[in-house]
């Protein structure tokens, strides 16, 4: 569990309503008509009780043992009474308990799925057919007749310790000290898409046609009128309630942190409570494309299933297929990023390091005419792969904000670590050209020496390069995506740096040795001997992951599943690829044999190398299944929304799936 | 960092720029939800919301009720009149005059080339209450054929047959206050949650301030039958079985309510001779239910204070389906469970105003449930309306489902379609494509230009829909309500009342009788009309204004009662309307003629409604948040008989009857029995491809629920091909 950060950076000033003058205010009140209105949603005359917010005693602190005062939690250093400024308006809600932790209350017995709540949100949140902040999916089990289906409705759960709001590095996410609320702005949200990874609720939602983010605002305009949420208003099977946190509505008996299908509560701490008082069968199956099923355990909660023989829910039989298109996802530019940063950082390190430890042929290389230019290959790799990283956004003209959380956000932080990398190393170039010959054959020599300046910054371009690899690597460290959370992570970004970096720096600092008539069989042993490390740092973190995902109880295991079946014959190819490598590079260095044709075999290791990183991180991205609430039969189903992709249905807006854009 | 930020983030939420509300009642289902459209200041429709102070929804709605305001502008609308001389020609636009005088004149001399009743009519149950009333006028009075009738022979006829053979007129007698006052309910063929959520609200408050034992009769494990205290899993087709042994049970214990039968029902000996046949030992065996569960049931049923039946197109869709109503209403007579707070037999109606239909429409008969075999009935209408009562015939004609094998054998050389799409509903798709080939003249009036029957129309008129339009609906528990006109008609389209007005001119009685400009000026009419002794479907005491006022009210409502509140309940006082007021015990013998699995066809086809979907989606599958939750048809099927047949989940499959073929996605749950398949009926070429839909000797209504079918292979591409290109919408 992360530590609660109760600092408070907001002094944000004003008492309310005071820099719109009070007419406003009038005018809202007046439109409203409704009795004790602030004007922010028009109450309806008659309202029933169902729909207004129960006045409670809250209890002192949550299941999880958080204050649920807010501003007891954030040692008063807000204000009561504060306006949130809901569309400019500083109305201020009249709830006594505005200032407490507020939360759905869900019970499950109850759900008929009758998409009333998803409707009602759509609809007042005018959120198009391929958008929702709240869905329905289920889970069922049992034999015919004695067959019980669980419908579950989720939306944002304004977490204890929302991942969502440290994980966005443009600081779009707030947590309000009023009703507990985590709201999202879509105006600052650049669309890296981040929060949709981490959320293990889903709740996030990623508009690939606006290339922003927005999510459920736990309609604050109506609580501010005393109304519950609109998706609790309409609900029509008396499942879904809110309220003041671990308070338990009138003919309710139970207040559950879990359900069968829900992710585990010790992520971030949801703010939602269940009653699940009906015995379900002790397997739970999904009826969406996932191949994760759940199993009742000791303790009668539901863990996704791994069996040893009949592993998880087979919707996929046990064939092995290719199915190389399916590689090419919307991360198809994260896959070029990561890869080419990666590449680069490694190739430096080998020219730079190489030269600066003293290495013979690589002060010869750093004495060529062809360092620089290696060096802004580098330098090209590098800025490609940030230009790549940035095309990924739904809207890069905002790729400056991409350093705004550096507090929290490993996002920031590898952004930053490569942006730095890649300065540092652009300096470095600079520096490096008066003592480039070809520079000083076309400019003269007159410039002068400015070794220890060029030394300077590449040694700067170290660091940051690593950090920028590791907080890399932390971003993939996602609890509520199994499959990527294991060091395989780093042990693949670094194996990768090390063995494409070698081989491209190899590769042009042997050729230009080559060309000079120079000496060049030590460059290939020592990059050889990199490229031979990197490849077995790789499979060392691929053996382990892959007997962790063979072993585990998550969706890692789902992953997994796919990952043999689905894409089996790819998953093999890049393995065989990989071990071969391992192999036939490992010999080469070990029988020492100097002709030609070694070096055709390296550059042959090489490229099947790179083939084989490509493939590997590819899969990497596509594979990868979150702790997402289960799905429906077509709504929020991956496997029909790539099916209604494929056979053109999603062209028809009203199907719910956007087409392909990648 | 948690809680705010140093520059505040701007919270942005739609805000709803309302200036207006105007009330409606929901066009959907028949449950009659109260809705307010808000118009914004262009007068624009932008959103909606439940009337909060409706008895009948209080301010709940369904997902299609809350997004029903998004159908105003949505695709494949009729923007204007079209014609063609034949039907695989393109269509021309057409002024609305030359589409009227075209149709007249086509209508005419069909008539006087093949005789007055080889022109017919089908209507629906979707328009608006004054809208019936003007069509019969038009039908009945003007053009003067006896073949029309309405598409609710495919969803409420067996309900109204059933209710008038037991109780001698149509009309629910019971409502949905019943579940705050029953101790028993049993639901057969009826999933509320799925087809009926408001309703569904409604028991389920009941339910959570008082317990009382839910009775679900259905095969498919639906969300009603899970919430069940029992579900009766029963095999197909058999629910009379299981009545006559409940009934076998009762009296053979003594538990029947012997005093209120003597009183007020006829056919007692009758029944209790019939039902010694049917005791639970040999009827489990055919229906399913193990004797012990039957015995409890009947008990339990017979010894509740209170105890109510509620059925839906399970039994409705069956080709015993009269026989079942008929026969829920012996239980319910036998158990003295009639016209009493929380005792009743109540039929779950279907489309918004198939009530609206059934009352004012002509149908079947005349206006406000009189016969046309009834001369004084048909004595009153004549001078009424101010025509010649020779003018009406003296028996009714064809029924919808009679109306098409009239077409296909020639009979019958025209037709005109209101707000129905044949080519979806109807069993059996191919004989229906076939037969609409065959017709000289077809008109289609709907708010779709999309509608799928539209292909073999010869002239095409634009309707509007909804709130475009004024009137009433009248819902399941016969309470008329009314939707206001909140905006004007979709480009070039025309309210039904003013089509039907238009073309009453065009003919010799349209100058003869009166066909008010207003829709309110016509419910005035209606409310003459349903003025008389005895008579139940009395509106006498409603205006616009009261319906609006009360959100509703139940009929009888008669002139000068007080308050705005009309009757609950039918037969409180155990008069019916049969000549001597006495109930009919009716006997239901079991007959078996339906197309049951064989070694061929080894599965029982089932079909039903999703919740996201309205009939034959020509609204709902064009709405993106109704639509994406089922935007293409899928089969329920069991795993086991899959594993079987190696069937994946999610591939598809092809599956074959005695009538045709139909491919459809495999969902493979457990909700559904080894020996049976489920489809929703919503989808074009689709389910219906394959049904027999047998018809109901008394109601004409089709068993679409029962028949076999076989499951095939299928090339998993061409299949999803041949998927794609069956959604237009």
């Known amino acids: 569990m992360s530590t609660l950060d109760t600092k408070i950076h907001n002094k944000y000033e004003g008492i309310p309503g005071d820099d719109l003058g009070t007419a406003y205010k009038g005018v809202a009140l007046e439109k409203s008509g409704a009795k004790g209105s602030v004007g922010l949603w028009e109450v309806r005359t008659e309202e029933r009780p169902y729909a207004f917010l129960r006045d409670v005693e809250a209890k002192e602190t949550n299941t999880y043992g958080q204050k649920i005062d807010l501003l007891d939690l954030t040692d008063h250093q807000l204000p009561e009474g504060r306006s949130m400024y809901i569309n400019e308006n500083p109305a201020v809600g009249e709830n006594p308990n505005r200032n407490k932790q507020h939360g759905f209350f869900f019970t499950a017995d109850n759900c008929i799925g009758c998409h009333a709540c998803e409707a009602a949100c759509s609809e007042k949140n005018e959120n198009p057919a391929h958008l929702a902040f709240r869905s329905v999916g289920y889970v069922e089990g049992g034999s015919y007749p004695d067959y019980k289906r669980m419908n579950i409705s989720m939306a944002c759960n304004h977490c204890d310790d929302p991942v969502c709001l440290k994980g966005c590095p443009t600081r779009a996410y707030t947590k309000h000290v009023e009703y507990g609320a985590?709201?999202?702005?879509?105006?600052?949200?650049?669309?890296?898409?981040?929060?949709?990874?981490?959320?293990?609720?889903?709740?996030?939602?990623?508009?690939?046609?606006?290339?922003?983010?927005?999510?459920?605002?736990?309609?604050?305009?109506?609580?501010?009128?005393?109304?519950?949420?609109?998706?609790?208003?309409?609900?029509?099977?008396?499942?879904?309630?809110?309220?003041?946190?671990?308070?338990?509505?009138?003919?309710?008996?139970?207040?559950?942190?879990?359900?069968?299908?829900?992710?585990?509560?010790?992520?971030?701490?949801?703010?939602?409570?269940?009653?699940?008082?009906?015995?379900?069968?002790?397997?739970?199956?999904?009826?969406?494309?996932?191949?994760?099923?759940?199993?009742?355990?000791?303790?009668?909660?539901?863990?996704?299933?791994?069996?040893?023989?009949?592993?998880?829910?087979?919707?996929?039989?046990?064939?092995?297929?290719?199915?190389?298109?399916?590689?090419?996802?919307?991360?198809?530019?994260?896959?070029?990023?990561?890869?080419?940063?990666?590449?680069?950082?490694?190739?430096?390190?080998?020219?730079?390091?190489?030269?600066?430890?003293?290495?013979?042929?690589?002060?010869?290389?750093?004495?060529?005419?062809?360092?620089?230019?290696?060096?802004?290959?580098?330098?090209?790799?590098?800025?490609?792969?940030?230009?790549?990283?940035?095309?990924?956004?739904?809207?890069?003209?905002?790729f400056y904000r991409g350093f705004n959380n550096l507090r929290h956000s490993p996002v920031c932080r590898e952004g930053l670590g490569i942006a730095v990398f890649m300065g540092a190393l652009g300096l470095h170039i600079v520096f490096s050209l008066p003592d480039n010959r070809l520079f000083t054959t076309v400019f003269g020599a007159g410039l002068g020496s400015f070794g220890a300046t060029a030394a300077f910054f590449g040694y700067l371009a170290i660091p940051a390069g690593l950090i920028g690899l590791y907080y890399m690597n932390r971003c993939y460290r996602i609890k509520a995506r199994p499959f990527w959370n294991h060091w395989q992570v780093a042990a693949s970004f670094f194996g990768n740096m090390l063995s494409l970096g070698a081989f491209i720096g190899g590769l042009v600092i042997a050729i230009t040795l080559a060309l000079s008539g120079e000496e060049y069989l030590s460059v290939v042993v020592v990059a050889?001997?990199?490229?031979?490390?990197?490849?077995?740092?790789?499979?060392?973190?691929?053996?382990?992951?892959?007997?962790?995902?063979?072993?585990?109880?998550?969706?890692?295991?789902?992953?997994?599943?796919?990952?043999?079946?689905?894409?089996?014959?790819?998953?093999?190819?890049?393995?065989?690829?990989?071990?071969?490598?391992?192999?036939?590079?490992?010999?080469?260095?070990?029988?020492?044999?100097?002709?030609?044709?070694?070096?055709?075999?390296?550059?042959?290791?090489?490229?099947?190398?790179?083939?084989?990183?490509?493939?590997?991180?590819?899969?990497?991205?596509?594979?990868?299944?979150?702790?997402?609430?289960?799905?429906?039969?077509?709504?929020?189903n991956k496997g029909f929304e790539a099916h209604a992709r494929d056979i053109g249905l999603a062209d028809m807006p009203q199907v719910g799936v956007v087409p392909d854009g990648h | 960092m948690l809680f705010g930020r140093k520059k505040r983030k701007p919270i942005s939420i739609p805000q709803k720029q309302v200036t207006e509300w105007k009330y409606s009642t929901c066009n959907y289902c028949s449950t009659g939800c109260s809705i307010e459209l808000g118009l914004n200041d262009k007068g624009k429709v932008i959103t909606s919301r439940g009337h909060a102070g409706a008895d009948v929804n209080r301010g709940k709605l369904c997902i299609k009720g809350?997004?029903?305001?998004?159908?105003?502008?949505?695709?494949?609308?009729?923007?204007?009149?079209?014609?063609?001389?034949?039907?695989?020609?393109?269509?021309?636009?057409?002024?609305?005059?030359k589409a009227l005088d075209h149709t007249a004149d086509k209508i005419k001399e069909i008539q006087n080339q093949y005789g007055r009743d080889s022109f017919a009519v089908v209507s629906t149950g979707q328009l608006l209450t004054e809208e019936f009333?003007?069509?019969?006028?038009?039908?009945?009075?003007?053009?003067?054929?006896?073949?029309?009738?309405?598409?609710?022979?495919?969803?409420?006829?067996?309900?109204?047959?059933?209710?008038?053979?037991?109780?001698?007129?149509?009309?629910?007698?019971?409502?949905?206050?019943?579940?705050?006052?029953?101790?028993?309910?049993?639901?057969?063929?009826?999933?509320?949650?799925?087809?009926?959520?408001?309703?569904?609200?409604?028991?389920?408050?009941?339910?959570?301030?008082?317990?009382?034992?839910?009775?679900?009769?259905?095969?498919?494990?639906?969300?009603?039958?899970?919430?069940?205290?029992?579900?009766?899993?029963?095999?197909?087709?058999?629910?009379?079985?299981?009545?006559?042994?409940?009934?076998?049970?009762?009296?053979?214990?003594?538990?029947?309510?012997?005093?209120?039968?003597?009183?007020?029902?006829?056919?007692?000996?009758?029944?209790?001779?019939?039902?010694?046949?049917?005791?639970?030992?040999?009827?489990?065996?055919?229906?399913?239910?193990?004797?012990?569960?039957?015995?409890?049931?009947?008990?339990?049923?017979?010894?509740?204070?209170?105890?109510?039946?509620?059925?839906?197109?399970?039994?409705?869709?069956?080709?015993?389906?009269?026989?079942?109503?008929?026969?829920?209403?012996?239980?319910?007579?036998?158990?003295?469970?009639?016209?009493?707070?929380?005792?009743?037999?109540?039929?779950?109606?279907?489309?918004?105003?198939?009530?609206?239909?059934?009352?004012?429409?002509?149908?079947s008969g005349l206006p406000g449930y009189r016969l046309l075999e009834n001369p004084q009935h048909r004595q009153e209408v004549a001078d009424y309306w101010g025509i010649d009562q020779a003018f009406f015939p003296e028996k009714r004609g064809l029924a919808e489902t009679d109306i098409f094998p009239a077409i296909e054998t020639g009979q019958i050389k025209g037709l005109w379609l209101v707000a129905t799409n044949p080519m979806t509903s109807m069993p059996n798709t191919s004989r229906i494509r076939k037969t609409l080939e065959k017709l000289e003249f077809l008109v289609v009036q709907d708010s779709y230009q999309d509608v799928e029957t539209n292909q073999y129309a010869h002239v095409y008129f634009p309707a509007s829909v909804w709130a475009e339009k004024e009137g009433c609906h009248t819902n399941t528990e016969r309470r008329v309500n009314l939707t206001r006109n909140a905006l004007p008609p979709y480009a070039e389209s025309k309210s039904d009342f003013w089509i039907f007005n238009q073309l009453a001119k065009r003919f010799e009685n349209g100058h003869v009788i009166s066909f008010p400009e207003t829709a309110e000026e016509a419910f005035n009419e209606m409310r003459e009309l349903s003025k008389g002794d005895g008579r139940i479907l009395d509106i006498s005491g409603m205006t616009y204004d009261k319906l609006e006022e009360a959100k509703g009210i139940q009929w009888p409502f008669r002139e000068g009662q007080m308050g705005l509140k009309g009757h609950s309940r039918l037969y409180t006082d155990g008069q019916f309307q049969t000549p001597d007021g006495k109930a009919n015990l009716i006997c239901v013998d079991f007959v078996d003629n339906n197309e049951r699995p064989d070694e061929h066809y080894p599965f029982w086809m089932n079909s039903g409604r999703v919740v996201e979907h309205f009939h034959t989606r020509t609204r709902t599958g064009k709405i993106g948040n109704c639509n994406k939750f089922s935007p293409t048809p899928y089969m329920e099927m069991n795993p086991d008989a899959a594993e079987a047949l190696g069937i994946e989940h999610q591939s598809y499959i092809r599956l074959a009857s005695r009538r045709g073929d139909a491919v459809v996605m495999v969902q493979l749950t457990q909700r559904v029995p080894r020996d049976m398949v489920f489809i929703p009926f919503h989808f074009h070429d689709c389910v219906n491809r394959l049904t027999l839909g047998l018809l109901d000797p008394y109601s004409r209504q089709p068993a679409f629920k029962q028949c076999a079918v076989r499951v095939e292979p299928v090339d998993q591409l061409e299949a999803a091909r041949l998927n794609a290109e069956r959604r237009a919408f």
């Open chain 1, 528 to 636: 050889g001997s990199i490229l031979v490390s990197g490849m077995a740092v790789e499979a060392i973190g691929l053996f382990f992951h892959n007997r962790a995902m063979n072993r585990e109880s998550h969706e890692g295991a789902a992953s997994h599943y796919i990952q043999c079946t689905t894409f089996g014959k790819t998953y093999y190819l890049r393995n065989c690829l990989l071990g071969l490598n391992l192999i036939v590079a490992s010999s080469l260095l070990l029988t020492g044999v100097d002709s030609v044709l070694v070096l055709l075999a390296w550059c042959l290791i090489g490229l099947t190398q790179l083939l084989s990183s490509t493939i590997g991180r590819a899969l990497f991205y596509v594979l990868v299944i979150p702790t997402t609430m289960p799905g429906a039969f077509f709504w929020k």
């Open chain 1, 182 to 398: 985590v709201l999202q702005d879509p105006e600052t949200c650049f669309g890296c898409g981040y929060c949709t990874w981490v959320c293990p609720y889903n709740a996030p939602q990623l508009d690939p046609i606006k290339g922003q983010v927005s999510k459920c605002n736990m309609c604050v305009d109506r609580l501010e009128e005393g109304l519950k949420p609109a998706c609790v208003s309409a609900c029509v099977g008396n499942a879904l309630d809110f309220g003041v946190i671990e308070d338990i509505p009138e003919n309710r008996e139970q207040a559950k942190c879990s359900i069968p299908g829900f992710p585990s509560p010790e992520i971030t701490h949801p703010n939602i409570r269940f009653q699940q008082t009906r015995s379900m069968p002790e397997e739970m199956t999904r009826t969406d494309s996932m191949p994760v099923k759940y199993h009742r355990d000791e303790e009668g909660n539901y863990q996704p299933v791994v069996d040893r023989n009949k592993k998880l829910d087979q919707k996929k039989g046990k064939a092995k297929h290719w199915n190389l298109t399916r590689l090419s996802s919307r991360e198809n530019p994260l896959v070029l990023f990561t890869l080419s940063a990666q590449t680069a950082i490694g190739a430096y390190g080998l020219a730079f390091l190489g030269a600066e430890m003293g290495i013979d042929s690589l002060l010869r290389f750093q004495a060529s005419v062809m360092y620089v230019p290696l060096m802004m290959l580098c330098f090209g790799l590098v800025g490609f792969g940030l230009f790549m990283s940035t095309m990924h956004l739904g809207k890069p003209h905002r």
């Open chain 2, 66 to 97: 809350l997004l029903e305001h998004e159908l105003f502008n949505s695709s494949g609308r009729g923007t204007q009149p079209l014609m063609r001389e034949r039907f695989h020609e393109a269509f021309v636009p057409a002024s609305w005059d």
């Open chain 2, 133 to 363: 009333y003007t069509l019969g006028k038009l039908v009945r009075g003007c053009i003067g054929t006896n073949n029309y009738d309405g598409n609710t022979t495919l969803c409420m006829a067996s309900a109204v047959s059933g209710y008038k053979r037991s109780f001698g007129s149509d009309g629910p007698p019971g409502c949905y206050d019943d579940f705050e006052h029953t101790d028993c309910l049993m639901a057969f063929g009826s999933n509320l949650p799925e087809q009926h959520p408001i309703i569904y609200w409604r028991l389920k408050e009941a339910r959570e301030k008082r317990s009382f034992p839910l009775i679900v009769v259905d095969p498919r494990v639906t969300m009603l039958a899970q919430f069940a205290d029992i579900h009766l899993p029963i095999t197909p087709g058999t629910d009379c079985v299981l009545i006559n042994a409940m009934m076998h049970v009762i009296f053979k214990e003594g538990l029947e309510d012997r005093t209120y039968l003597e009183a007020h029902t006829h056919g007692l000996a009758e029944l209790e001779e019939l039902i010694n046949d049917y005791d639970p030992i040999t009827a489990q065996h055919i229906c399913g239910i193990d004797e012990d569960t039957i015995r409890h049931v009947a008990r339990l049923y017979a010894n509740a204070g209170a105890a109510m039946s509620i059925w839906t197109m399970g039994i409705n869709q069956s080709t015993h389906g009269s026989d079942g109503v008929s026969n829920i209403n012996n239980l319910n007579l036998v158990t003295g469970n009639i016209g009493k707070p929380g005792g009743t037999s109540l039929s779950i109606t279907g489309q918004c105003n198939a009530m609206g239909t059934r009352e004012w429409s002509s149908c």
